[in-house]
């Protein structure tokens, strides 16, 4: 099997450097010169191009753009690929991307591999980044079963953890544990620069560790990233941060009338029912 990616950073990136240490042919499109030759220098690719006409003769293509290139990323290989190549995306939202490439491509699967880091580009790109991972697949009624296998045997192949589900479940799940966190935690790094409280901020800059550190890290991430989700997955973003305004709601309540025994409770409830969202 002959591999494509389009976009070399670090999905991109650690998708070649897998593939290619597994013995599959890698061949790789970036928008940046610098970028084909660093892919090719780290060995994530066997050969790159600004040119998608490159793409020719590749069996499966992976779509590693941000979520709003994807479609027009599509459109614009269309005419250098083979009419069977199988194309596929790695976007964190699915619904949306499904909708807009399926009628563009029949042999297109919606794709998540649920993995990453800190760090962007092609340099922070890294082998086994999906070892483990959830890898979940979204296909249609009408998605042609060869594609589906041919992405199954590339997650399997990254040892990734796979799951199929359709393309307005995924868009709910992640806005649950995906998307929700990257809004609250930018709302407390918010709240916690509030510019009538320098005093307090100042030492709190000096005392915050790692609960800080932990419970704000996604939203200081990529802002690229968080106005995309809020983009493509609006409808989901809004029910979710509806609901856990809900919930702020009821615990404002609860310390305001002091319903001590009432916290304790729903605390128990929460420590208990957070080990069933963690795989470790």
Partial sequence: MKVGIVG?????GSLGLDLRSRGLYTIGVSRRPQTCELAQQRGAVDAASVDPAILATVDIIFICTPLAAIAPTIRTVIPHIK???ILTDVGSVKQ???ESCTPLWPNFVGGHP???TAEQGMAAAQ??????????L????NTPQRAIAAVTEIAQLLKARLYTSTPDLHDRAVALISHLPIFISAGLIDTCINPDEAEAIALAQKLASSGFRDTSRVGGGNPELGVAIAQHNQEQLVAVLSQ???????IIYLVKNKRWQEIDELLQETQA????FLNE
């Fill in 8 to 12: 070399l950073g670090l999905i991109g």
């Fill in 83 to 85: 009419a069977d190549t």
């Fill in 96 to 98: 949306s991307i499904v």
């Fill in 114 to 116: 649920m993995a990453g």
């Fill in 127 to 136: 082998l086994n980044l999906f070892a483990g991972a959830p890898y979940v």
């Fill in 138 to 141: 979204t296909p249609t009624e």
């Fill in 244 to 250: 856990y305004r809900d919930r702020l709601d009821d």
């Fill in 273 to 276: 029912a957070r080990p069933q």
